[in-house]
């Protein structure tokens, strides 16, 4: 089966500064359309519905939130590439579910997942077909493991699936003059909250040491409990997209799933942009072209 992503999206200017990470998303896409990727189910930090309802976008041209504080040119050509056969498809499945599920005809793609794709697949047109699914506003971990578990067999029709949001993310926290005013995401004058670095921690040890299977899905949601989740996430949105994740690897046959930490970095120092990959692509899957 397809391996799972829990990817930091960070600040726009991820994007266009040189980094590891910007370097791993890269990879990350080229091993997956070398392993012939058939597209990416992908939920985002930005995309909250109300009530008690799932969302996901049917927006057959979708136009893309502009990029701030990144050179236009990296962005401002690129074409969304929406799966609205695998859209509608994901609909039925979770309402086959009992979650109550509503198409978005006019959704716009944010910065969520739109510099994650191109950090990813590149400015041309190499992006596979996309579907991107909301949160839920309650912010439930155990409901958004199950989304994730509800579309866990996709992966072995060769879908990867995303969780877009954080490591650690308290906007409260942020020092936003490394930005706004010195345009240098990665600045940093003195070291994170010691708070932070402690969840930081739990989270790797969590993915890392488990791996896939049930004893991820019962860690990830429980870091909503640890006593330094607050101070990591003045919010929820940027984590409940890892109990997405670890539900899309939550089955007894994902236990063999090493857990890998592929990148990480720092920015304005209170968010923690760390690169999560649970699995890999088999290489029976590895395409005749890619491997010459």
């Not at 969520?112 to 912010?139: A, K, Y």
């Not at 330094?228 to 799933?257: K, N, Q």
Request: overall charge negative; aromatic content about 10%.
């Amino acid at each position: 089966m397809a391996p799972v992503l829990f990817l930091s999206h960070g600040t726009t200017m991820m994007l266009g500064t040189d980094s590891r990470t910007r370097d791993y998303w890269a990879a990350l896409g080229r091993d997956a359309l070398a392993h012939g990727v058939k597209g990416v189910i992908i939920m985002g930090a930005h995309w909250n519905t109300p009530d008690n309802s799932i969302h996901v976008s049917t927006n057959p041209s979708p136009s893309v939130m502009p990029i701030s504080n990144t050179d236009p040119t990296l962005w401002s050509t690129w074409k969304p590439n929406p799966d609205l056969e695998t859209s509608h498809r994901v609909i039925s499945l979770l309402r086959s579910r009992g979650f109550t599920v509503d198409p978005d005809p006019n959704f716009t793609w944010m910065i969520d997942t739109v510099p994650l794709l191109i950090g990813m697949f590149g400015r041309e047109d190499c992006c596979p077909p996309v579907t991107i699914i909301s949160q839920n506003t309650h912010w439930d971990p155990f409901t958004h493991a199950r989304i994730g578990a509800a579309l866990r067999h996709l992966r072995a029709e060769r879908y990867l699936l995303i969780g877009s949001g954080g490591g650690v993310h308290n906007l409260y926290l942020t020092e936003w003059k490394y930005m706004l005013q010195y345009k240098d995401n990665f600045a940093m004058e003195r070291p994170p909250v010691w708070q932070t670095l402690e969840f930081r921690q739990s989270l790797e040890d969590v993915i890392v040491r488990n791996g896939g299977g049930p004893e991820l899905r019962r860690g990830i949601t429980r870091l909503m409990k640890h006593p330094y989740f607050r101070d990591a996430h003045g919010t929820d949105e940027h984590f409940v997209s890892a109990c997405f994740v670890a539900g899309a690897v939550s089955g007894i046959e994902d236990r063999e799933l090493r857990g890998r930490l592929g990148a990480e970095v720092w920015e304005l120092r209170s968010q923690c942009e760390s690169q999560f990959c649970l699995g890999e692509w088999p290489s029976e899957w590895l395409q005749p072209a890619a491997e010459e």
